[in-house]
């Protein structure tokens, strides 16, 4: 079974920055794209940015310049910088992982979720 656990979120005050993190855990064969999504209350699930397992990055214009993804490939974990942070990043944060378990074929999973609120 394959499980992505998310950690870091928190209140932060504008200006500030955050670390998540997502770990792949259980009988993997292999991760292609891994990404973060975002939504906010009243709002629909976005993109923010994603990494191939060759390191090729892709971000939402809103936080173009302010995060940055980054993966450890060894231990199949994702991670999200978030800096210059602004009220309207609040949202709760979800990894998004594309896994091939050892004996399946690919499929998408989906953590948890971590809460980020920027407030002052």
């Known amino acids: 079974q394959v499980q992505l656990v998310e950690s870091g979120g928190g209140l932060v005050q504008p200006g500030g920055s955050l670390r998540l993190s997502c770990a792949a855990s259980?009988?993997?064969?292999?991760?292609?794209?891994m990404g973060w999504y975002r939504q906010a209350p009243g709002k629909e699930r976005e993109l923010v940015a994603q990494?191939?397992?060759?390191?090729?990055?892709n971000y939402a214009d809103s936080v173009k310049g302010r995060f940055t993804i980054s993966r450890d490939n060894a231990k199949n974990t994702v991670y999200l910088q978030l800096s210059s942070l602004k009220p309207e990043d609040t949202a709760v944060y979800y990894c998004?992982?594309?896994?091939?378990?050892?004996?399946?074929?690919?499929?998408?999973?989906w953590g948890q979720g971590t809460q980020v609120t920027v407030s002052s």
């Open positions: 998004k992982a594309k896994i091939r378990p050892r004996w399946y074929g690919w499929s998408d999973y």
């Open positions: 259980g009988s993997i064969a292999s991760i292609d794209v």
């Open positions: 990494i191939t397992s060759g390191a090729l990055t």
